[in-house]
Every structure is written in structure tokens, then in C-alpha cells.
Nanobody, 111 residues
Framework: QVQFVESGGGLVQPGGSLSLSCAASGSIYVMGWYRQAPGKQRELVASVTSAGRKNYADSAKGRFTISKDNAKNTVYLQMNSLKSEDTAVYYC????????WGQGTQVTVSS
């Protein structure tokens, strides 16, 4: 199965920015970024097709930008104007997701 390796998380103050990367071990047409906050279900944040069509959750619109490098099988998530409620472990997967998840990358937004 395709494997996913996420990176780029960290601790950032409210209003700050982070850029996440995810490398997939194979080619996938629709990639998505997901997140799971403590005590909550995993949710889709954004998705992008190999043709460049993008969709965002309402919580991400205007603040996050998803992009995809098809040659590198890599998807990115640029996150700006971060809020405390963005704190979560962020994962990538195809969309809809397979049962196989990577380790994710922790994003913590706190002062």
C-alpha cells in the first residue's frame, strides 16, 4: 500500500504560520490533509487533485493553502493566521482516505 510521511509541524504562536509537507510512496490523484485534535474525530482540512482542483474545510478557507507536486508525489499545506483551535496532529492520505495512515505531524498553536 502507499505510505505517507508527514513533516513540518511544531509550536507556533497564535497568528503565526507553518508549512507542512507529506511525501507519498506512490502516485495518488486526490490527496488530502487531515487533522485530529485531542478528543475529536479526524477531519478533512483540504484536498487537491493532480489537476490542481482544491477544496477546503470552512475552518481552513482563507488561511490555509494546499498544493501538490505531482512529480514528487508530495503535498503541502501552508497554514497562516493560525489559531489555538488549529492545534492537532496533521496527517495526509488520499481522499477518500485509505486505512493506512502515517505518523502525522504535531501542530501546536499556543502563546
Amino acid at each position: 500500500q502507499v505510505q505517507f510521511v508527514e513533516s513540518g509541524g511544531g509550536l507556533v504562536q497564535p497568528g503565526g504560520s507553518l508549512s507542512l509537507s507529506c511525501a507519498a510512496s506512490g502516485s495518488i490523484y486526490v490527496m488530502g490533509w487531515y487533522r485530529q485534535a485531542p478528543g475529536k474525530q479526524r477531519e478533512l482540512v483540504a484536498s487537491v487533485t493532480s489537476a490542481g482542483r482544491k477544496n477546503y474545510a470552512d475552518s481552513a478557507k482563507g488561511r490555509f493553502t494546499i498544493s501538490k507536486d505531482n512529480a514528487k508525489n508530495t503535498v503541502y499545506l501552508q497554514m497562516n493566521s493560525l489559531k489555538s483551535e488549529d492545534t492537532a496532529v496533521y496527517y495526509c492520505n488520499q481522499h477518500p482516505p485509505t486505512p493506512f495512515w502515517g505518523q502525522g505531524t504535531q501542530v501546536t498553536v499556543s502563546s
